[in-house]
């Protein structure tokens, strides 16, 4: 008496239960691969032969160089996809007896630069101009590519204010990945404080909540001590997500 096809294949599935999760396919954070029984036809009492090839996911560390201060180098040639998440910068108006009457949110840009070329305008606006969903610029980087970041605000006299971007050591812009603990400046999660949108890219533990392949920018644009109240790095929030070229997906 013989099993049948069927029962070889479930016993590999079995086999490869512990290794391959059933979101395997739909999510690249976690392990995927292959497996193969032999033979497909196996007498009773007997075991067919299983050969199995799994493929780890990355993390965006394995395929980046975050450098100090933190311009992005990659170690092979990837995809990157740049979210603006949001921007927190906010102007205050004041009464005649110096009460608070009222907040505007103010002007911003963000930009991006690769190997000391010019500068490419990724977002021009308020926060209701933000869409977290939207990839605003895509680009093939290549292998030992310097990446920067930067921004800068409309300041109430007409004029811009300083550009601050990853390659100046200046402190204003870090470069976070998935499980970092934030910055001290940024107050904690769930604080009255934290801007609605910085919350859903944050634990409890404040830690970074982002994808394995993310690079998360959080920026301040409006104060340079960071002992000040007012300095949060929370004045530009950007997310890059960086796409092996091989699985371009």
């Known amino acids: 008496m013989t099993t049948s096809q069927k029962a070889a294949v479930s016993a590999a599935l079995i086999a490869l239960g512990s290794l391959m999760p059933a979101a395997a396919q739909t999510d690249p954070s976690i392990p995927v691969g292959t497996l193969d029984a032999y033979p497909t036809f196996v007498q009773t009492g007997t075991h067919p032969t299983l050969t199995w090839d799994i493929d780890y996911p990355s993390t965006v560390i394995d395929v980046i160089d975050i450098l100090d201060p933190p311009v992005v180098v990659p170690t092979e040639d990837l995809y990157m996809d740049v979210r603006i998440v949001g921007t927190g910068v906010t102007r205050a108006y004041y009464d005649r007896r110096g009460r ?6 103010v002007r911003a840009q963000c930009w991006t630069q690769v ?3 010019s500068w490419n305008l990724l977002f021009d606006g308020k ?9 605003v610029y895509t680009r093939l980087v290549r292998e030992g590519d310097r990446i920067n970041f930067g921004a800068r605000y409309l300041k109430s006299n007409g004029y811009w204010s300083t550009f601050y971007y990853t390659a100046w050591d200046s402190g204003n812009v870090v470069a976070l990945v998935d499980g970092d603990l934030v910055p001290n400046n940024i107050p904690d999660w769930g604080a009255p404080s934290l801007e609605s949108f910085l919350e859903p890219y944050m634990n409890q533990d404040n830690t970074v909540n982002v994808g394995p392949m993310d690079v998360f920018y ?27 070229v091989t699985s371009n997906n």
């Open 218 to 244: 959080v920026m301040e644009l409006t104060h340079t001590n960071p002992n000040d109240s007012g300095y949060d790095l929370q004045d530009m929030i950007v997310l890059v997500t960086f796409r092996t």
């Open 127 to 135: 926060i209701n101009d933000v869409n977290p969903d939207e990839v």
């Open 100 to 105: 608070l009457s009222r907040t505007e949110s």
């Open 115 to 117: 190997n000391n070329y």
